[in-house]
């Protein structure tokens, strides 16, 4: 069964940091792509970040550059979201996802086709 595990949300102060995990089972992230999104309450689904394991090459929101790092352990099949300087704009669930092959920044685009989907975690930053 082919399954992503989203895990790592909590609650934090700002300024503080914070992992998300996103363990893939079913199939191996060698040849995909990760990515991240969030929705907070009231808003669309914002793309975060996303990164291909073939290049390693990562993209991000401008509202998470500089913060934000995103990266793949092909040895563990995971995904990672390692987020730093936090603010409370950076509340919303936290949803990463797969999809075969590279991907550019138009991935991160609302609407954007992602093959499989993993469940939320809740990120909440107070202020």
């Known amino acids: 069964e082919v399954q992503l595990q989203a895990s790592g949300g909590g609650l934090v102060q700002a300024g503080g940091s914070l992992r998300l995990s996103c363990a893939a089972s079913?199939?191996?992230?060698?040849?995909?792509?990760i990515g991240w999104f969030r929705q907070a309450p009231g808003k669309e689904r914002e793309g975060v970040s996303c990164?291909?394991?073939?290049?390693?090459?990562?993209h991000y929101a401008d509202s998470v550059k500089g913060r934000f790092t995103i990266s793949i352990d092909n040895a563990k099949n995971t995904g990672y979201l390692q987020m730093n300087s936090l603010k409370p704009e950076d509340t919303a669930v936290y949803y990463c996802?797969?999809?075969?092959?590279?991907?550019?920044?138009?991935?991160?685009?609302?609407?954007?086709?992602?093959?499989?989907w993993g469940q939320g975690t809740l990120v909440t930053v107070s202020s």
């Open positions: 990164i291909s394991s073939s290049d390693g090459i990562a």
């Open positions: 079913g199939f191996t992230l060698d040849d995909y792509a």
């Open positions: 996802a797969a999809d075969y092959g590279p991907v550019d920044s138009d991935f991160l685009s609302p609407g954007s086709f992602w093959e499989y």
